[in-house]
């Protein structure tokens, strides 16, 4: 069965634990946090050995689980903790781990933690097997939207009391990088003054750690957030990410708002459908047709085959998106021409 993370503590309250958890998502503090919990509530309830077992190519699984059958002397359960990598499990490892649910050791408690697992594996024989016997705990990234509300719980966990605006400065300075929002947490809570800290005194005392992937930036355009979408693309320049990169995750998600413009029913993730929606709403088809024919004349100009600044015109097309109006780069095109 799948639950969710915020509904995992009362899950774990009664103890009645089942063979197998997987948490999986993209966010690694979010994964690990709710790892966290699950370990601690099983510790409470008497797993008191604990193995700790790398998933990777040709890994001894059969060992893995031939020795969680002799528990040690001093303990009463035991925890086996694995680190699945993102490509998920190899035919050995998949095959052990769906015999072993067949038939699980008492007093053994399989937990399994995926950050950042491909998509395709949810399919898996692997994931689904632990989906039956066991339970899945999907993690979701944090959104913008949602950040300056989740920065509000973190702080009133540590004590922290911050001025309304001073959570959107520090929402600012830690998008995308939940780890930096913990530290400065700490760290704002080390500063505080008398009463609540002000957003200025945010931004003096926090530096900029906001970090942005390539998937994160098309989001921000297919939802119409422009000026998001202009810091994000900067600093992704600025990090050196391969502009090809960019262009390939736009062109694959034109392709879906494309299909579910011409009323099909492209398959999508439920945190980017609605995205992907809005901006079939705000530029029709023939709005999503002049992007895709923008992006061939970008991968031109990417080549060095067209004159211009193809980060430039990156943002001019993504921009376009968002609903900025731009000039079009296909008008343009006749005068990139060498």
Request: hydrophobic share 50%; aromatic share 6%; proline share 5%.
């Amino acid at each position: 069965m799948q639950i969710r993370a915020n509904q995992l503590a009362r899950h774990l309250q009664g103890g009645d634990f089942r063979a197998a958890y997987l948490v999986t998502g993209d966010e690694h503090l979010l994964v690990e946090e709710a790892c966290d919990d699950i370990l601690a509530a099983a510790k409470r309830n008497g797993y008191d050995e604990r193995t700790l077992f790398e998933a990777l190519p040709r890994a001894p699984w059969n060992e893995l689980f031939a020795n969680a059958a002799n528990l040690s002397l001093f303990a009463s359960k035991r925890l086996l903790d694995v680190r699945v990598p993102p490509r998920g499990l190899d035919r050995a490892g998949s095959d052990a781990v769906r015999g072993y649910l067949q038939e699980p050791l008492p007093d053994t408690l399989l937990v399994c933690r995926a950050v950042g697992l491909e998509w395709r594996q949810r399919t898996s024989a692997w994931f689904k097997a632990i989906d039956k016997a066991g339970v899945v705990v999907p993690v979701y990234p944090v959104s913008a939207r949602e950040l300056p509300r989740w920065l509000q719980a973190r702080c009133r966990a540590a004590g922290l009391q911050l001025e309304p605006d001073a959570f959107d400065a520090l929402a600012e300075h830690v998008e995308g990088n939940l780890l930096a929002a913990r530290q400065e947490i700490e760290k704002l809570k080390l500063l505080q003054p008398t009463g609540p800290v002000s957003a200025a005194a945010v931004r003096a005392a926090v530096g900029d750690s906001s970090h942005f992937d390539t998937f994160a930036l098309i989001d921000a355009a297919f939802a119409g957030h422009a000026k998001r979408l202009r810091k994000m693309l900067a600093a992704l320049q600025l990090e050196g990410v391969a502009i090809f990169l960019v262009m390939g995750a736009l062109a694959n998600q034109l392709q879906r708002a494309r299909e579910l413009a011409s009323g099909g029913n492209p398959r999508l993730p439920r945190n980017r459908a609605a995205a992907v929606a809005a901006a079939v709403r705000r530029l029709g088809v023939d709005g999503i047709d002049e992007r895709v024919k923008e992006c061939a004349l970008l991968d031109l100009q990417a080549k060095g085959m067209l004159r211009g600044d193809a980060w430039q015109s990156l943002e001019r097309i993504l921009l376009a998106l968002a609903g900025v109006p731009q000039p079009s780069l296909a008008t343009e095109a006749e005068l990139l021409i060498y």
